[in-house]
């Protein structure tokens, strides 16, 4: 079965220090990868994707993601934090084998940046 | 003007009562999606829809009914609610293999 995991609820980080969000998936096909960011109040907002090609993907805001297939993972990362990312960040995951039929979401990690 | 818009923004009801919640959208996408997200839980499915004939249902249909009244229009229904279908609610839309697009949800308390 389709699934992911983002195996930590919270992450605090000083501002200016690199950043790390977990996310693991699971799928029978080959994986179609996404990380959004929710502000309070307000819908999902994409921030990058991973189809193929590089394993490291740049999207919005500086953000980028490292696709890692031998450990099912696409964990997200920046190099110098902002307070103005403190948010919750979604990790999601299309399954090929599904034929992309439905949108996997992990369960979330709220992004903590102190000044 | 909101590329997926969603109405209400909020809304509280009682117990026992019939809700719609409603969404368009303006991206021409043919595939669209009601989620819920609950703290700790993440967003779960609950219908999504390829087309105007075409509904399908998620991992958390009971209770919920769903219509697709043309492609840019796709409605949620709850036909009696009851308090734990307060939720935070979205509706999202996708084409092909790309990213799903967001509204920007629907607060519903049910009381």
């Known amino acids: 079965a389709q699934s992911v995991a983002q195996p930590e609820d919270q992450v605090n980080v000083a501002e200016g220090n690199p950043l790390t969000v977990k996310c693991t998936y699971s799928v029978s096909g080959n994986p179609y990868l996404f990380w959004y960011v929710q502000y309070p109040n307000r819908g999902l907002q994409f921030l990058l994707k991973?189809?193929?090609?590089?394993?490291l993907v740049k999207g919005s805001y500086g953000f980028e993601a490292e696709f890692n297939k031998s450990q099912t993972s696409f964990h997200l990362k920046k190099p110098s934090a902002l307070v103005s990312d403190s948010a919750l960040y979604f990790c999601?995951?299309?399954?090929?084998?599904?034929?992309?039929?439905?949108?996997?979401f992990g369960s979330g990690t709220k992004l903590n940046v102190k000044p | 003007d909101a590329d997926v818009t969603q109405t209400p923004r909020n809304r509280i009801t009682k117990t026992g009562k019939r809700i719609m919640l409603e969404c368009s959208q303006t991206?021409?996408?043919?595939?669209m999606y009601w989620y819920r997200q609950d703290p700790g839980l993440g967003l779960r499915l609950i219908y999504y829809?390829?087309?105007?004939?075409?509904?399908n249902k998620g991992e958390i249909s009971d209770g919920y009914s769903v219509s697709r009244q043309a492609q840019a229009k796709f409605s949620l229904s709850l036909e009696s609610a009851i308090p734990n279908q307060t939720a935070l609610y979205f509706c999202a839309t996708g084409r092909g293999g790309s990213e799903a697009f967001f509204g920007q949800g629907t607060r519903l308390t049910v009381v």
């Open positions: 829809s390829f087309d105007v004939k075409d509904i």
């Open positions: 991973y189809i193929t090609g590089d394993n």
């Open positions: 999601a995951v299309r399954d090929f084998g599904d034929n992309f039929n439905k949108f996997y």
């Open positions: 991206k021409g996408h043919d595939r």
